[in-house]
């Protein structure tokens, strides 16, 4: 097995280490046996765990444990909030295809929205962003009221991946609540630093997943209003009120309402320790590499971005090259998403804010986390100046021989 | 006791070992281009190297899953949509409900199911599979092992007969791996289902081996991990987890034949004390015995034998808590009541001479 030199990971946005008290819950889980839905002993005990980690996690999350199905992720949670709502809706009025969504969101929105318009006629409505990356209001309500009777449901993002940009999903609440089209948030980036009351937002419908708040992999959750219909994405065993049916872990939910109850207790400190280190982040980026541009929203806090998310366009540098050339030096950051990292394309999030595409491609995303330290920040701004001139040199050279 | 190994097995200790590095300080995403990244993905990809090994099968015909049911629903709907033009599919009427619902969820879009008949020991003739086939049958689903009787169908014949057809063939193997050849050109088979929590690995992982020729669907759409067939952030620590299982349970090919023994010596005794066995004599797995026991209510047994520390079930953990009978037993011919005394025993090859005594002994005192 490789060791991991000593390193400096920037990157727990694409996902972060488990807090130990998570590991330790889901170590003592592993121990035992159970099928939840088994009914002697050892199945009662797995439910007993598998309900009061429902329990955990919709108190933290400002919800009713009937609310909270889970699945495997974000991206599950996510196609079963969009597909769900828009087959159930779908069949209850025909007439009910189109799909509002940012432009903005995560693959794991845009895919499945793209899919649902390719095989299940649906009719994709995409609301432009500002240039730091917010939805904008005005013309979400324009495409609403164009025919608020046709609309299936709306999908915004709560904080976005790459940019850390907070939207206004009350707003978005609002806009639909007179027409009652359902709204869903994907929220997997906003739950590890923003407090995320479900029934105080009024959202019908929001995704959380584990493994980016020091939970495991392979576990997450849609929390979903009991009254609203939708059409479940895997069928059979009728687990998690028939939504979603399959076996589900006790020790991935234990791990999972571990994780949230932790990242929730610990957010009034984290939130404005975080902040201070990418402010620092940022400040020393200024400073040595000055012609750096920062992208984003430049406030911080409720309505502006989150505290953990740092982005940055390096002129004349490639960002896969800086990405390659601090890996070696044991610094791990992104170009954007995890899941597009390696795909030489522009991220769409970039392009829908009005990136060129030679900025888009020439960005970097730093995301600190529960474990960063000063010395993380420090390390990456001591290398940095070295690496954006190698980065610059080969651009150079990319660009004549090109 | 805990003898409803079927449900779930306790995971095993080198399984949680193997995985251990994967939940701690090798936390990356394997999709993150970096260090942390690279060395998740150099894990994920030995997995499916070792998992496609062992089933005879390329590596990137190995799709990661949340488990047995996400497997099952995503070659059923994954296959049937992607073939437009035939929209005729078969399966058992003892499937598991993760097989049966995802193909009746199908006729929403136009789709026809066929449920085919099974005997009363659950066997399905090729003949059958045969005769129900159309020329727009797009998809076949039959189950390698039963989950409740353990019976075992001729999955060899059944999908040369599909071929035949050039109709599609997936195996829910959930029940059947780690006790039967899993070689995926021994068995002919398209696609085959496998969950890992049956095998000694924690719930949430599972995978889905499918043919590189066939075109399908994929059910979760996203960042386009696993070459897109299943988006979503890869369980790296699961797939560790999967392919140790699969390992160990290979090693173990020997003790079936010593299980089929001691299940066989459980069975007469049983029968013994007037339970009727459920599910093929010959042709089920080495470590399933299931009955019903007329004039009893299965509850009861199983109240019982609780009592006495001997965990066992029903049948399906899925359907626990209903009041209908089982599915599986009222297709094979039992009347309600009947099906209503059901008990399934499943063990693993831990299972002993002085386990199988305590166990009639228990039931000699109930039944008396």
Known sequence: MTEIAPSVYLDHAATTSMWPEAVEVMQQEFLRTGNPSSLHEAGRRARRVVEESRELIAERLGARPSEVVFCSGGTEANNLAIKGLYWARRSANPLRNRVLF?????????????????HEQARIDVTPVDQQGRIRLDALSEAIDSNPADVAAITTMWANNEMGTIQPVREVVELARAHQIPVHSDAVQAAGYLELDFAGTGLDAMTVTAHKLGGPVGVGALVIRRELDATPLLHGGGQERDLRSGTVGAALVAGFATALDLT???????????????????????????????NGDPETGPGHRLPNIAHVTFPGCEGDALLMLLDAQGVQVSTGSACQAGVPQPSHVLLAMGFGDAAARGSLRFSLGHTSTAADVDRLLELLPAVCERARAAGLVRSRTS | MYLDHAATAPPRREVLEAMWPWLTQHFGNPASHHEYGEVAKIALDDARAKIAAQLGVHGAEIIFTSGGTEADNLAVKGIALADQERKHLI????????????????ERFGYEVTELEVGQTGLISPESLAQALQPDTCLVSIQYANNEVGTIQPIAELAQVARQNSTWFHTDAVQAAGWLDLNVSNLGVDALAISGHKLGTPKGIGLLYLNRRLEFEPLIHGGGQQDGARSGTENVAGAVGLATALGLRAELGDQAARLSGLRDEFICQVEALGAELTGDRTARLPNNASFVFPGRSGESVLVDLAARGIVCSSGSACAAGSDEPSHVLTAMGFDRTLAQSAVRFTFDETFTEEALAEVVAALTLICG
């Open chain 1, 102 to 118: 940012s432009s903005i969101e995560h693959h794991a929105l845009l895919d499945p929205v793209t899919w649902l318009a390719a």
């Open chain 2, 91 to 106: 399966v058992s009427a003892i499937e598991h409900p993760a097989v049966l619902e995802a193909a009746h969820w199908l």
């Open chain 1, 264 to 294: 929730v207790q610990h957010q009034s400190e984290s939130g404005p320790r975080i902040e201070a280190l990418r402010d620092r982040l940022v400040r020393g980026i200024e400073r040595v590499v000055p012609e750096a541009i920062i």
